[in-house]
């Protein structure tokens, strides 16, 4: 369809118009959706003027953060530890925990950030991940969402603040974004601030669905990624490469991370259920089959899930 434009690459030759309902819910309210056939970044055409409809107080980025067990400082010596060794640091007891415990945080490379780094995580809700991390070791950390009701002070200096990211100053080590990207109206103004916050040897890392996937071509509009309408872009390699490009920042990796999700929640939307209806016509050896085509599909990046590490260019590389 010609004369609808891309608005990441500004393609309108051969775009397709996808009509997508809110399932997540079960509203049923209908948006239409542009399929890019240039970037193949689908983005919503129109964003509705009011979103609180789509964010009601039980959605779950604003529950209270609940942890299954309290922390004490033996378990906390033993956590950190974990990931002290994850981080490729020198740990006799993070290794011999690693033989049991999977990387708590696999989204964190090694030798890239310690326990001391500025850490700001941009859509952090009641910053649940924070927490996590704090319960870890991490001691420098803030927390940025518009949409809490208010600020959050948590013990030892956790800071949960109700504002934009241009709203926020200051430099940082590690900059975060888990699942909140695709839920902003302008993405490219998003890239420039996370430039302007992040520190010249910092990483940023964007973590959000993936268009031009296997999920999306098997089940189309009834795919979770789509998340209509509060998902408004769901990007591919090629769009985000767009993004970045003219900026002083760089994909420096990307790592498909799609699990059985994929498959369980887009297979309760075509069955005409909500994402928090049952799932019990998976039987656990039907989970672990979809984990395994979940695991496939990431080596062949064909996962609808990635995280994409930015960088900053080098002073002398620009």
């Given at each position: 369809m010609n004369g609808i434009k891309c608005k990441i690459c500004s393609n309108e030759s051969?775009?397709?118009?996808?009509?997508?309902?809110?399932?997540?819910?079960?509203?049923g309210d209908k948006f239409e959706y542009i399929l890019c056939s240039n970037?193949?970044?689908?983005?919503?055409?129109?964003?509705?003027?009011?979103?609180?409809?789509?964010?009601?107080?039980?959605?779950?980025?604003?529950?209270?953060?609940?942890?299954?067990?309290?922390?004490n400082r033996f378990n906390?010596?033993?956590?950190?530890?974990?990931?002290?060794?994850?981080?490729?640091?020198?740990?006799?007891?993070?290794?011999?925990?690693?033989?049991?415990?999977?990387?708590?945080?696999?989204?964190?490379r090694k030798r890239e950030i310690g326990f001391d780094s500025r850490i700001l995580d941009i859509g952090t809700g009641t910053g649940?991940?924070?927490?996590?991390?704090?319960?870890?070791?991490?001691?420098?950390?803030?927390?940025i969402d518009p949409y809490i009701t208010e600020d959050r002070i948590y013990k030892n200096g956790l800071r949960v603040l109700k504002k934009e990211i241009s709203e926020t100053d200051g430099k940082y080590d590690f900059i975060t974004m888990h699942h909140s990207f695709e839920h902003m109206p302008d993405p490219a103004n998003?890239?420039?601030?996370?430039?302007?916050?992040?520190?010249?040897?910092?990483?940023?890392?964007?973590?959000?669905?993936?268009?031009?996937?296997?999920?999306?071509?098997?089940?189309r509009e009834f795919w979770v990624g789509l998340d209509a309408p509060r998902h408004f872009f769901l990007h591919t390699p090629k769009s985000m490469e767009i993004l970045v490009k003219g900026t002083d920042l760089f994909i420096?990796?990307?790592?498909?991370?799609?699990?059985?999700?994929?498959?369980?929640?887009?297979?309760?939307?075509?069955?005409?259920?909500?994402?928090?209806?049952?799932?019990?016509?998976?039987?656990?050896?039907?989970?672990?089959?979809?984990?395994?085509?979940?695991?496939?599909?990431?080596?062949?990046?064909?996962?609808d899930t990635a995280c994409f590490y930015l960088k900053k260019i080098k002073e002398q590389n620009k």
């Amino acid at each position: 369809m010609n004369g609808i434009k891309c608005k990441i690459c500004s393609n309108e030759s051969g775009n397709e118009i996808i009509i997508a309902e809110e399932r997540l819910f079960g509203l049923g309210d209908k948006f239409e959706y542009i399929l890019c056939s240039n970037c193949k970044c689908i983005q919503i055409r129109d964003i509705p003027a009011d979103m609180n409809r789509y964010y009601p107080q039980d959605y779950y980025a604003f529950e209270e953060p609940r942890f299954p067990s309290k922390l004490n400082r033996f378990n906390f010596c033993l956590k950190r530890s974990l990931i002290n060794h994850y981080m490729g640091n020198p740990d006799i007891t993070g290794f011999l925990l690693s033989f049991i415990y999977p990387h708590p945080f696999p989204w964190i490379r090694k030798r890239e950030i310690g326990f001391d780094s500025r850490i700001l995580d941009i859509g952090t809700g009641t910053g649940r991940k924070l927490l996590s991390l704090q319960r870890s070791g991490f001691r420098d950390l803030t927390g940025i969402d518009p949409y809490i009701t208010e600020d959050r002070i948590y013990k030892n200096g956790l800071r949960v603040l109700k504002k934009e990211i241009s709203e926020t100053d200051g430099k940082y080590d590690f900059i975060t974004m888990h699942h909140s990207f695709e839920h902003m109206p302008d993405p490219a103004n998003v890239i420039n601030h996370l430039s302007r916050l992040l520190h010249q040897e910092g990483v940023a890392v964007i973590r959000i669905p993936v268009a031009d996937c296997f999920a999306w071509h098997k089940y189309r509009e009834f795919w979770v990624g789509l998340d209509a309408p509060r998902h408004f872009f769901l990007h591919t390699p090629k769009s985000m490469e767009i993004l970045v490009k003219g900026t002083d920042l760089f994909i420096d990796e990307i790592v498909f991370d799609s699990g059985a999700h994929q498959f369980i929640m887009s297979d309760k939307y075509t069955r005409g259920l909500t994402l928090f209806a049952p799932d019990d016509f998976f039987s656990k050896k039907d989970i672990r089959k979809l984990e395994k085509e979940a695991k496939i599909l990431n080596m062949k990046k064909q996962g609808d899930t990635a995280c994409f590490y930015l960088k900053k260019i080098k002073e002398q590389n620009k």
